[in-house]
Nanobody
Framework: QVQLVESGGGSVQAGDSLRLSCAAS????????MGWFRQAPGKEREFVAC???????IVADSVKGRFTISGDNAKTTVYLQMNSLKPEDTAVYSC?????????????????WGQGTQVTVSS
């Protein structure tokens, strides 16, 4: 059974840092693209970053320079390092895994999703 389990969320002050983790199990993910998405109340799910199967990383413009995605070669654990957090970063952050994605920024292409972890940033 495939499982993606996020951890590391919490409540912080603006300017603080958090590191989210996504533990993947149940199959081999080395050829998968692993993505992080977020969804704030009343808003659509938003792409944050992804680690493509070939090691390339893509980061959304809204978090570029502040967030970094990384993972081990097998992608059993994928991290999202979030620095200089802002109140507008408040959302539920979810990790996802997808195979053969033509458009890795689109959530619709991902095959597996975690339950999400809440990140709240206060000013």
């Amino acid at each position: 059974q495939v499982q993606l389990v996020e951890s590391g969320g919490g409540s912080v002050q603006a300017g603080d840092s958090l590191r989210l983790s996504c533990a993947a199990s149940g199959r081999t993910f080395s050829s998968y693209t692993m993505g992080w998405f977020r969804q704030a109340p009343g808003k659509e799910r938003e792409f944050v970053a992804c680690l493509v199967w070939n090691g390339v990383t893509i980061v959304a413009d809204s978090v570029k320079g502040r967030f970094t995605i990384s993972g081990d070669n097998a992608k059993t654990t994928v991290y999202l390092q979030m620095n200089s957090l802002k109140p507008e970063d408040t959302a539920v952050y979810s990790c996802a895994a997808g195979y053969g994605l033509a458009y890795p920024k689109r959530p619709s292409g991902y095959d597996y999703w975690g339950q999400g972890t809440q990140v709240t940033v206060s000013s």
